[in-house]
């Protein structure tokens, strides 16, 4: 079963940076564009940041210039670099990919927490 295993949240102070992986096992994982979602308590899940096979990147206006994300192929890991961060980013952030049909590539993983807090 192809999946998606993501780390590196936790507790930081507002301001402060954390950078996010999301590892994914099985093959195509280059053809894929990939993307950060999160969901925080009562909310919906929203996508943050996006990055296509091609390297094209888009970001929610709510991260805008704060936010990067990257891919390594090789790897076959996407990364989630966060800076000058706000209480209102806390969440738990997810990965996925999307195939080229617009379908979701990977059973959705346990995501992994931010508390952004003082």
């Known amino acids: 079963q192809v999946q998606v295993v993501e780390s590196g949240g936790g507790l930081v102070q507002p301001g402060g940076s954390l950078r996010l992986s999301c590892a994914a096992s099985?093959?195509?994982?280059?053809?894929?564009?990939m993307g950060w979602y999160r969901q925080a308590p009562g909310k919906q899940r929203e996508l943050v940041a996006r990055?296509?096979?091609?390297?094209?990147?888009n970001y929610a206006d709510s991260v805008k210039g704060r936010f990067t994300i990257s891919r390594d192929n090789a790897k076959n890991t996407v990364y989630l670099r966060m800076n000058s961060l706000k209480p209102e980013d806390t969440a738990v952030y997810f990965c996925n990919g999307v195939r080229t049909n617009g379908s979701l590539a990977y059973s959705w993983g346990q995501g992994t927490q931010v508390t952004v807090s003082s």
């Open positions: 099985g093959s195509g994982f280059s053809i894929y564009a």
């Open positions: 990055i296509t096979s091609g390297g094209r990147l």
